[in-house]
Nanobody
Framework: QVQLVESGGGLVQAGDSLRLSCAASGRGFSDRSMGWFRQAPGKEREFVATISRYGNGILYADSVKGRFTISRDKTKNMLYLQMDSLKPEDTAVYFC???????????????????WGQGTQVTVSS
């Protein structure tokens, strides 16, 4: 059983930066890819970024490419999302998640992730 707890969200202005953190505990995530997703009001949860178990594979959604950076620290069981040049359209609840299959990389569907945190709110004002 994996437990995920996100933190670092907040209210910022367009162009600002935020760093989200996700603390993982329990079993079943060290051999799996992890990812960030987000959900805006009235919209479906969407893929943001994913990172392989050793961090050598990274994939971003086109909407955040060049502005967001995903990373993980396996020694601390932490996942991060550095968000720069934030835009109002980045406003959403951000969730971290663990891939349901060990060793797989590149999954971007919510159905491919089996463990989720409670989310952290990011609000970007114009």
């Amino acid at each position: 059983q994996v437990q995920l707890v996100e933190s670092g969200g907040g209210l910022v202005q367009a162009g600002d930066s935020l760093r989200l953190s996700c603390a993982a505990s329990g079993r079943g995530f060290s051999d799996r890819s992890m990812g960030w997703f987000r959900q805006a009001p009235g919209k479906e949860r969407e893929f943001v970024a994913t990172i392989s178990r050793y961090g050598n594979g990274i994939l971003y959604a086109d909407s955040v490419k060049g502005r967001f950076t995903i990373s993980r620290d396996k020694t601390k069981n932490m996942l991060y999302l550095q968000m720069d040049s934030l835009k109002p359209e980045d406003t959403a609840v951000y969730f971290c998640a663990v891939d349901s299959k060990p060793l797989r990389f590149g999954a971007t569907s919510t159905a491919d992730f089996s463990a989720w945190g409670q989310g952290t709110q990011v609000t970007v004002s114009s």
